[in-house]
């Protein structure tokens, strides 16, 4: 039988929130390794903390790209745009 409603596996990726801050194992082009979290669902957004590029990975690259949680969003945080 499946899995029971709302079960959810956390080995696919840790808790994420908006804002959070991440560092990814490879820089990017630009030189930097951190990105913040701009949105979440079956994909993840990111916005390059140096340069402003945004992308999107799929949970599972994700996980396999990211070294750290640098820095977990407050309730507070929010970026106007």
């Known amino acids: 039988m499946g899995e029971p409603a709302g079960w959810y ?44 590029r945004r992308v999107l990975l799929e949970r599972r690259v994700l996980k396999n790209r990211m070294k750290a949680i640098v820095r977990k969003a407050e309730d507070g945080d929010v970026k106007d745009e």
């Open 9 to 52: 596996n956390p080995n696919v990726l840790p808790e994420l929130g908006l804002n959070d801050i991440l560092r990814l194992r490879k820089p990017h082009p630009c030189g930097g390794y951190e990105w913040r979290v701009v949105r979440l669902g079956a994909d993840i957004g990111l916005e390059c903390l140096i340069c402003g």
